[in-house]
Nanobody, 126 residues
Framework: QVQLVESGGGLVQAGGSLRLSCAASGLTFSSYNMAWFRQAPGKEREFVAHIHRIGSSTNYADSVKGRFTISRDNSKNILYLQMVSLQVEDTALYYC???????????????????WGQGTQVTVSS
């Protein structure tokens, strides 16, 4: 079955950096566009970044643009999220997700995604 396993989260001071990874199995990774979402306590899950299946295009939420970089290694079936200049407001559980292969979809909507990981916690202290 499809598995998405995130790792790389942790506790970091404001201004610091982290790199998240998402290891995919049970699917043809290079066939899927991929995305990162996050959910802070008491808030809805929100879109962070999206990448085309071959990495030819990327999209970011305004709140992370210029600080976060999404990338992928299709030879290793791994999705990455490099995060720099972290802010307290970035504290959340971070999820990777894969959308349905059928037709077009809204990249920012959680309902567009059929496969989700269990999440990795990122905590940014002031």
């Amino acid at each position: 079955q499809v598995q998405l396993v995130e790792s790389g989260g942790g506790l970091v001071q404001a201004g610091g950096s982290l790199r998240l990874s998402c290891a995919a199995s049970g699917l043809t990774f290079s066939s899927y566009n991929m995305a990162w979402f996050r959910q802070a306590p008491g808030k809805e899950r929100e879109f962070v970044a999206h990448i085309h299946r071959i990495g030819s295009s990327t999209n970011y939420a305004d709140s992370v643009k210029g600080r976060f970089t999404i990338s992928r290694d299709n030879s290793k079936n791994i999705l990455y999220l490099q995060m720099v200049s972290l802010q307290v407001e970035d504290t959340a559980l971070y999820y990777c997700a894969a959308p349905s292969l059928r037709g077009s979809y809204s990249i920012t909507r959680t309902g567009s995604y059929v496969y989700w990981g269990q999440g990795t916690q990122v905590t940014v202290s002031s």
